[in-house]
């Protein structure tokens, strides 16, 4: 029997990326919910799907505060009925928030290819399995969680800029967090990047575009096919 997954885009340039493949793949239907479409509804029941995706938003989302209150209102809803759940960026954050984390400015913004690094609970979480204990990340962000982490969080991987990569649920290991971006790691997705988020970056960045460009062409397809097997062990959890 397929797996049913629903997926909340919250903005036009965030897209899901490499999960369509992965999911294709894997016999998974998707629900893909376009946040910042006129008139998109979240469904009011999770009933009929077996996982919760939750992407990364826009610097300046375009989203209404009542629409970002149905997000945190359906992420609320997936935990109290333990479904599994996979947050991207933003949606990494909703679910540390949701556990009294806090969410600030990392500055400078934080884009590019990096190393990361897993740590003694993400090389036993079922997440990273069948990884090297080194993984290539593609990061595009400023907002990051604040130390101190909350307790009932589990870290599963940092880098040299950001503690918390990878996060978890103690004793829910379905319910993961990312803050990399790896499933739009690819150079096609990243040329969207950055295109769409010029105004975001300061002018010191927007002149390590071509380099990061340059990335993309070599490293891309190594970030994508760790998101590959990523995605492919959240599915195996469901």
Not at 33 to 52: C, E, F, R, V
Request: aromatic share 6%; charged share 20%; hydrophobic share 40%.
């Amino acid at each position: 029997m397929s797996k049913n997954l629903l997926i909340i885009q919250q903005s036009a340039n965030k897209i899901p990326g490499n999960i369509l493949e992965t999911a294709a793949r894997h016999n998974v239907k998707l629900r893909v919910i376009k946040l910042w479409h006129k008139n998109t509804a979240i469904p009011s029941s999770l009933k009929k799907y077996d996982g919760l995706l939750v992407l990364d938003s826009a610097v300046s989302p375009s989203t209404s505060g009542a629409r970002k209150n149905r997000v945190n209102e359906v992420i609320m809803k997936s935990f109290a009925e333990d479904r599994p759940y996979l947050g991207i960026g933003s949606g990494s954050h909703l679910m540390a928030a949701s556990q009294g984390a806090v969410i600030g400015d990392n500055c400078p913004h934080d884009i590019g290819f990096i190393t990361g690094y897993l740590t003694h609970k993400g090389r036993e979480h079922p997440i990273f399995q069948n990884l090297p204990n080194k993984i290539l990340l593609f990061k595009w962000h400023r907002q990051v969680v604040m130390p101190p982490m909350p307790a009932d969080i589990d870290i599963l991987a940092a880098s040299v800029s950001c503690q918390f990569e990878a996060i978890s649920i103690v004793g829910r290991p379905h319910i993961v967090g990312l803050q990399f971006l790896n499933n739009a790691a690819a150079l096609r997705d990243v040329k969207k990047y950055v295109i769409k988020d010029k105004k975001w970056l300061s002018s010191r960045e927007e002149e390590a575009l071509p380099t990061i460009l340059d990335e993309a062409a070599r490293l891309g397809n190594i970030a994508t096919n760790h998101f590959t097997a990523i995605f492919t062990n959240f599915i195996n959890m469901i």
